[in-house]
């Protein structure tokens, strides 16, 4: 690919050709890497940095087809990358969800042996009712956890896309 975009060098570049002053020069390597090892000239980059934000502005950095499929890169990374969170996040739910059913369930036992019903048997709903209470205190707790966590990806992703605009 010939660019002169640095955010297309920056993203998927990984061997650089480089012509300058009349002369031809490979390196292995990212962009980022390039500016950090060799770099250009302090006054033509000065220059070209210059010219390319004022280019920018003027005209949009990608070719409609371009702009498409690094939007779909983009998209079906973070799709990968968050697929599994959130199985993790809908797996969780669900418990919460069949967890709070059988503590609803042990309660309405309860009242119902309340007016004369087996007392061991209501002793027993209690602690089973606490430890499914514990257990949704966990699982709302690792649920905020992985929900945040989806969120900080999300976002990511979000920034990578909004740049491409």
């Not at 990358?81 to 969780?92: C, F, Q, Y």
């Not at 669900?94 to 369930?105: F, P, Q, Y």
Request: proline share 1%; charged share 35%.
């Amino acid at each position: 690919i010939v660019t002169h975009s640095e955010l297309i060098l920056e993203r998927l570049a990984t061997r650089l050709v480089i012509f300058d002053r009349g002369r031809v020069t490979c390196f292995e390597g990212g962009y980022s890497d390039f500016l950090e090892r060799i770099g250009w000239d302090g006054e033509q980059r000065q220059e070209r940095e210059k010219d390319d934000s004022t280019s920018s502005r003027a005209t949009p950095k990608f070719g409609a087809k371009e702009l498409r499929r690094l939007r779909a890169e983009i998209t079906n990374e973070r799709s990968r990358a968050t697929s599994a969170l959130r199985k993790t996040i809908d797996e969780l739910e669900n418990r919460i969800v069949a967890l709070e059913a059988e503590v609803e369930s042990h309660n309405e036992e309860m009242i119902a042996l309340a007016s004369g019903g087996d007392p061991q048997r209501m002793a027993t709903l209690g602690r089973m009712a606490k430890e499914k209470n514990g257990a949704i205190e966990s699982a709302f707790s690792e649920l905020e956890q992985r929900s945040e966590e989806l969120d900080r990806i999300t976002a990511e992703f979000d920034v990578r896309l909004s740049e491409l605009e």
